[in-house]
Structure formats: C-alpha cells, structure tokens
C-alpha cells in the first residue's frame, strides 16, 4: 500500500509540487508561477516555460519536503503529468521523477492533467474538505486556459466528455480580450476586476450556441464580435468604457457556461456539479454558482489552490492507480495530448444520451 506520494506538475506554466497520502489529504504543496516572465509576451512562451521548470523543480521538491518535515525515505511513489501539455514542459517533470523513482527503486505514474483536475474535488487540508458525503457519480465543467469542457464523472477512471468548445477555451476568450483592451496578461483576472464596476447589460455579445439543444460551447464568435466593437471606438471612450465592455464580455461567458452546465445536469439527471479550472476563480461564475444552491444543485468549487494547475490533484490520482497496482513503466514518453483510453467521448445530441 502507498502512503504517501511525491507528485510534479509542469504542463504549463506552472511548476508545483506536492506530498499527497492515500486519503487525498495534501501533507504539502508549493507552486512556482512564472506569470512574470511571460507577462512581457502577453502569453505563454514554451521554451521560457521549460527552461524555468528546469531551474525551479529540484529545489522546490527539496524546500517541500524540507516544509512538510520528510525525506526521500519517508515516500512511497511518484505521479507527474505527462499529458496532455507542452511538450517541452511536460518532459522536465517527466524526466525528472523518472530519475527519483528509478534511483530510489519506487513505482511512479503519468497522469492525465484533465483527471486531476476532475478529482480535484476530493483534496483536503487543514482548511478545506469537501462536503459530507460527495462522492461521484457528478456533473464536471473543466474551465481554464487550455480547456473548456463537460464531463460525466462516472467513477474513478470512468470519465465521458459530454461537451466541448468548438473552438477558443473560456479562459483564452478571457485573455484575448484583455489583450485586446491592454489589460495585460494573464487576462482573466483583470477582466474580472474591471467588470465588478462595469454594467453587464451595456454591450449586448453574442451567447454562441446557447439554445443548441447540444452541450458545445464556442467562444470564437464572441471574441470577434469584441474585436469588431473596440475597434469602432475612439480610444478615449475605449478607456471609459473599459468596466462596461469587460462586464459584458464576462457576462457573455458566464451565461453559456453556467446554462451548458445546467442543461448537462438535466440530461444526466443529477444535481450534483463541480467546477474546476483557473476560470472557477471568476467572480461572477462564482455568484450565478450560489444562484444554483439555491435551486436546489449541490455545485463544488475547490479552493483555487486545487483549481488552477496544481500537484495536489496529480497526486491524489495518481495514489489512487499505484494502489491499484498500476503504475508505468521506464520508457513511458510525454504527449501533447490525451490519449485513446483516458476518456470516452459522447458528445451530446438532442434525443442521445
Ligand atoms: O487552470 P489555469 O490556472 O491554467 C490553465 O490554463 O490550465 O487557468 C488559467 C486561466 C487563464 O486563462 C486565466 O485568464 C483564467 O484562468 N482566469 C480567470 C480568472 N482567474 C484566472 N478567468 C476569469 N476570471 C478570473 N477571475
Ligand atoms: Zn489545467
């Protein structure tokens, strides 16, 4: 039985790590976030990306184990994500604990990336626990930078995509935007920020297939349509006009997001609903969230720490297959994408489940 379990996340931009036991409690967890050195380039640059995992990851996992008071003999196995991500990203993490768990003769595992962030939800630490009694099966929306999608989360390791983006994720939308308005990268955050003082009804955005009776979302028409006003306006009123544009922009989003999520919860006849993502950060999401409570939905949102890109949630599933007695083998390789068997795909369809 593994007990406790060292586990790296480089997808991305992010460089976390962290000490998981077999109950999903998070003994311990550090990111590094390099939003600093990609923020001149208004977006993730990848080779700026690898490199700065390269400098960060050795010494971040000697500081945590070092602040979780354990060492190297303390843990039982590795997990690090190995898809789907940017390659060059991926591979620093990969190798990385492909030399630990080989020298020091313990198992490890590639995870998913898209399966942490849909297990997120049973993390716990000293200051979070999901409610009495979650257990699967729920409704999971995935909302982040790189992805926007709808889940049916079975079971662990039971997992069908329902529902997609056709096109740009929700958080790219977010980002393009802000880019477009000088809000600096990365956007969501500021975008958010601006539409608390702005007048969501004041620009009217396209919802792109929102009364499609489908679980597809695009958000390309939308960012076009952005792109179209801001250029009619004269910069001086674009300046003033910021916190209006911004709440409509967001209000846009959120509306598709939150009516694709309900409309998944009808089909599969539950109540039960998660949210995950960098995007579930978004205030107003968060409000129309508790709208939910209210009807009745039972919706759970982890802490950002668990929601953003993290190490906790590739841990907690990766404990969960090594106990199970799967784990990988030395010449498993990174991929920018999922593959075949992590997730069934069932798209759906008016008159289909
Ligand atoms: O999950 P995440 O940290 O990284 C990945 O992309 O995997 O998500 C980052 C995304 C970015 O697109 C960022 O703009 C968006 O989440 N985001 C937000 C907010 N905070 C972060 N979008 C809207 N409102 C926010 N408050
Ligand atoms: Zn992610």
């Given at each position: 039985m593994i007990k406790k379990i060292i586990s790296v996340e480089t997808s991305c931009d992010d460089t976390s790590v962290a000490i998981v036991d077999n109950e999903g409690f998070v003994i311990e967890q550090m990111?590094?976030?390099?939003?600093?050195?990609?923020?001149?380039?208004?977006?993730?640059?990848?080779?700026?990306?690898?490199?700065?995992?390269?400098?960060?990851?050795?010494?971040?996992?000697?500081?945590?184990?070092?602040?979780?008071?354990?060492?190297?003999?303390?843990?039982?196995?590795?997990?690090?994500?190995?898809?789907?991500?940017?390659?060059?990203?991926?591979?620093?993490?990969?190798m990385t604990i492909k030399a630990m768990a080989e020298s020091l003769k313990k198992p490890f595992i590639g995870v998913n990336h898209l399966e942490g962030h849909l297990l997120a939800p049973?993390?716990?630490?000293?200051?979070?626990?999901?409610?009495?009694?979650?257990?699967?099966?729920?409704i999971a929306l995935a909302v982040s930078g790189g992805h926007s999608s709808l889940y049916w989360v079975k079971g662990f390791s039971d997992y069908t995509i329902i529902g997609t983006t056709k096109d740009d994720a929700a958080g790219e939308a977010f980002d393009k935007f802000a880019k477009m308005i000088d809000l600096?990268?990365?956007?969501?955050?500021?975008?958010?920020?601006?539409?608390?003082?702005?007048?969501?009804?004041?620009?009217?955005?396209?919802?792109?297939?929102?009364?499609?009776?489908?679980?597809?979302?695009?958000?390309?028409?939308?960012?076009?349509?952005a792109h179209r006003l801001i250029q009619t306006l004269d910069p001086q009123i674009l300046e003033k006009e910021k916190s209006d544009l911004c709440a409509s922009f967001q209000e846009a989003i959120v509306d598709v997001l939150i009516h694709k999520l309900t409309y998944a919860a009808e089909i599969y006849q539950t109540k039960k609903i998660v949210i995950t993502g960098g995007v579930s950060a978004n205030s107003r999401l968060r409000t129309k969230t508790e709208e939910l409570k209210a009807k009745g939905y039972s919706v759970v949102i982890?802490?950002?720490?668990?929601?953003?890109?993290?190490?906790?949630?590739?841990?907690?599933?990766g404990i969960l297959y090594l106990n199970k007695g799967i784990n990988s083998e030395i010449n498993i390789g990174p991929s920018s994408q999922s593959t075949e068997n992590d997730f069934k795909i069932s798209l759906y369809q008016e008159g289909e489940t």
């Open positions: 990111t590094a976030s390099q939003d600093l050195e990609h923020t001149p380039y208004g977006g993730i640059v990848p080779e700026i990306a690898s490199r700065n995992h390269s400098i960060a990851l050795l010494p971040l996992i000697e500081s945590l184990l070092k602040k979780a008071g354990l060492t190297l003999k303390d843990i039982d196995g590795f997990a690090v994500t190995n898809r789907p991500g940017l390659i060059g990203s991926l591979i620093v993490g990969l049973f993390l716990k630490d000293n200051s979070y626990a999901p409610p009495m009694g979650f257990d699967y099966p729920y600096g990268y990365p956007g969501g955050v500021q975008v958010d920020r601006l539409a608390q003082m702005g007048n969501p009804q004041k620009y009217s955005f396209p919802r792109s297939l929102i009364l499609d009776k489908n679980l597809m979302m695009s958000f390309s028409g939308l960012k076009s349509a982890p802490p950002l720490r668990y929601c953003t890109d993290n190490a906790a949630m590739i841990g907690y599933t």
